[in-house]
């Protein structure tokens, strides 16, 4: 029961005074009225729901143009990819992207405010009410009269024109309308900014590097590089550089923005806490995984200290810690904050939202880990259930869930549960991503790895080379999942009785793992049991006697 309807009850009480009963009558006027208007914004703003209802059905078709578009089409392929990967990050954190949406409908509605000697009353009133609603359309009519018609203002009418493409994820004419607004008003820097950002979306990544530099010099000129716009734009161009994996000139811009943040003690803490966490995710892609965590827990702290702990913004910052100590195999951590997530989610959320799937995942995922496996199979079969309601039967997501749960019965040794499991999700993986993408790498590794336990060597060597050639493509050979290849495939290797290639490829693998994961690793001291097994079979002893030593020590640690 909410305050006002308590304040009602307690008027009507026949327990209270005449004075206050002689109230009665102002107090069910004022009830009605904002009962009505609370009826009315419930009715007029398009709610969370709505808006990822609308993300949900654009990502389904953007992937079906996806499968029909030719692979020769580069730039449209990128454009496509790009969009698709824009529309699941908004999904991935549905509380900030729908907030920032209401927040472009908003300044559309600010700027039609501004055209009271250019358009009618009337019109103007009603595409204010359409934009409370999501429907665009009237005040596009509108600012596209003003564009060709108004001298004044045709160029905030093309920004404007930019903002709700953006919004409804148009981007090819969301970069149309900037750059004519870029155009009108050269020296503007939001303009630029805007027209940066689209070219970014649309793969047109040294055009927008040039953009974001302009807007930074004339930002410069005009005011200073210590505002938080201006951490905006540093922002903004991090994002362009990693994009291009440039991960470095990424880092650099980040911190600069960071630290005019941290200067602006009254600055928009939205922008502090994306910067938080887009530094913490640029060191878990790196494998900075101690420089990860410091940005991620800065984050938690300042989402605490603003929205409280059992807030939206808080449950990011908790996710993504989560899956970060699941990496470092930092278990009890990890569950802690996935379970407080989850909890936070499901309470503010309820079980059909795309966060709370992707948490129950991760919390599924965990107990994979602790082979606990009846607890992550429940968990697994939830999220499978939970994510086709939300999703669709054939959304990454589900293929996800279907995968995770096929690595659960591999485990168990239930070997022809899982490869119907692996196989559902490869395919829908590669009708998303195609068939040199890194979710269909994993494919491939998982159901080799089925081949190498069932004795079929030949095709479990052949699917593992497959993944590792994609995995290396994208990452370089510095990475965790590039070493994960070259560990399974030494295993191979040693099956086939090829020693000295599985001595090769176990030492590679085992190099890596040390030196993004630590020398105290669990799979650090998986591959130097390998080792041990691939150099022993070739009776050399006296390395054997080194790899001994290092194994021991891991005994003594436990």
Known sequence: ??????????????????????????????????????????????????????????????????????????????????????????????????????????????????????????????????????????????????????????????????????????????????????????????????????????????????????????????????????????????EVYKSQGRYIDAETLYLRALSIYKAEENSNKAGLFLILNNLGSLYEVTNKYPDAERFYLEGLAATEKVFGAQSLEVTKFQNNLGTLYLILARYQESEKFLRSALVIREKLLGHNHPDYAVTLNNLAYLYKSLNQLDQAISLFEKVIFTSKRVFGDSHPHVATALNNLGLIYKQQGKLAESRPLFEKSLYIHKQIYGANHLKTAVLLHNLASLDSLEGHYDNAEKLYSKSLAIKEDIFGQEHINVANSYADLGTVYYKQGRYGDSEKFIRIGLGIRERLLGPKHPLVLESLKNLREALNAQNKTAEMHDIELRISEFKTKS
Do not use: C
């Open 1 to 238: 029961m909410n305050y006002l309807d308590s304040l009602w009850i307690w008027l009507q009480d026949s327990g209270n005074s005449n004075a206050v009963k002689a109230i009665t009558a102002v107090g069910a006027f004022i009830f009605t009225a904002l009962t009505y208007l609370k009826k009315l914004d419930r009715k007029s703003y398009i709610t969370p729901q709505q808006y990822a209802e609308d993300l949900l059905k654009k990502e389904e078709e953007v992937r079906k143009e996806l499968e029909t578009t030719s692979k020769s089409d580069k730039a449209k392929l990128l454009a496509l990819e790009n969009k698709l990967n824009a529309i699941q990050a908004k999904l991935k954190d549905l509380s900030f992207a729908y907030n920032q949406y209401r927040q472009e409908l908003k300044n559309a509605q600010a700027s039609l405010s501004s055209l009271e000697q250019e358009i009618p009353k009337k019109q103007l009133d009603k595409a204010k009410r359409s934009l409370e609603s999501g429907n665009t359309e009237d005040a596009k009519a509108l600012f596209e009269k003003v564009l060709l018609s108004s001298k004044d203002k045709s160029a905030e009418a093309a920004y404007q024109l930019a903002q709700l493409a953006h919004s409804k994820l148009e981007y090819a004419d969301a970069y149309k309308y900037a750059k004519e607004a870029s155009n009108l008003q050269h020296d503007n820097p939001i303009y630029l900014a805007q027209y940066a950002e689209n070219a970014n979306l649309l793969g047109y990544y040294e055009e927008a590097e040039n953009l974001f530099k302009r807007a930074l010099k004339i930002h410069e000129e005009k005011f200073s590089l210590k505002n938080t716009e201006a951490a905006d734009l540093l922002n903004n161009l991090a």
